[in-house]
């Protein structure tokens, strides 16, 4: 990989455990690292890192507010999650939180894996009461898309709530895998709201990250969750059980592909042009 590359790959290491990087390096300038940082949703990431660098005070108050920015939107996030959740329990919905709502919480600090949106399940039968408790927390229905309805409250609040993950005429692996609730477990205390296991957490991390790579595009954030979870779930993970699922989805290839890729970006390995054309690929497509 080129120095660039391996210099945001400093750059999140130095996030996730806290350490000072180097300075920008002469082939990569700061704008460059902050458009990386807006297509890819890293900005606390990338750029928080970069305020412990010799830069000028003008560079660094511009990394402060966008950094302060994405801290506001995830601090609302988590609170306006756990109003939702708490009034779907309370109310009978059968939900679960899905995809960032969760990866959230496996990483040292929540503001460290930006969402644009919270999405949720909803179980069957229960949507038209989802959307009265939406509603009466301020959310209005912006759009109904396929396998989900996307809520929006200002000023960058949004919701989708799914009645199936996966579209059935396209993703029909992953939409049989996923179409109920058979693989979650409930949470500890809770009568309606779900969970996966960490091993079929997994497997639908890998599962929508796969539709995101070969739809519309599936940037480096993507690849820092991987590390990020297998880190945090290190030794404790039954892989034999997470391979015969990928197995199942159709995605077993990809992943092994992808886990690898994680480990030559983020902990400096040899590489090969293979790997190297699949990070440039997904560095480029943003999410």
């Not at 929006?152 to 709530?161: D, L, N, V, Y």
Request: charged share 30%; aromatic share 12%.
């Amino acid at each position: 990989m080129i120095k660039s590359e391996l210099y945001l790959a400093e750059l999140v290491k130095a996030c996730l455990e806290n350490t000072t990087p180097s300075d920008i390096p002469s082939d990569i300038t700061l704008k460059e690292i902050v458009d990386i940082a807006r297509v890819n949703h890293m900005d606390y990431m990338l750029l928080s890192p970069l305020l412990k660098t010799n830069l000028s005070e003008d560079d660094k108050e511009l990394l402060r507010q966008k950094v302060k920015r994405s801290m506001i939107k995830t601090c609302v996030q988590v609170d306006e999650q756990k109003k939702m959740v708490k009034r779907f329990e309370a109310a009978g919905v059968v939900n679960q939180p899905m995809k960032g709502a969760y990866l959230k919480f496996i990483y040292p600090q929540p503001t460290m894996r930006e969402m644009s949106d919270i999405d949720i399940l909803i179980g069957e039968g229960c949507m038209d009461k989802a959307s009265e408790i939406l509603t009466d927390l301020g959310y209005e229905l912006h759009q109904k898309i396929h396998h989900h309805d996307v809520y929006r409250k200002a000023p960058f609040m949004i919701i989708e709530a799914h009645h199936s993950m996966y579209d059935k005429t396209v993703d029909k692996k992953q939409y049989e895998y996923f179409s109920d609730f058979s693989k979650a477990v409930l949470n500890e205390g809770a009568k309606y709201t779900y969970n996966f296991t960490p091993e079929d957490f997994y497997v639908y991390m890998m599962s929508h990250m796969a539709k995101h790579f070969y739809k519309r595009g599936c940037g480096i954030r993507n690849i820092v969750d991987v590390y990020v979870y297998r880190n945090y779930y290190k030794g404790k993970l039954n892989e034999k059980y997470i391979d015969e699922e990928l197995e199942k989805c159709g995605i077993y290839s990809f992943t092994k592909h992808i886990e690898k890729l994680c480990y030559i970006w983020l902990d400096n390995l040899e590489s090969t042009q293979f790997y190297d054309n699949l990070f440039t690929y997904m560095l480029e497509s943003g999410i």
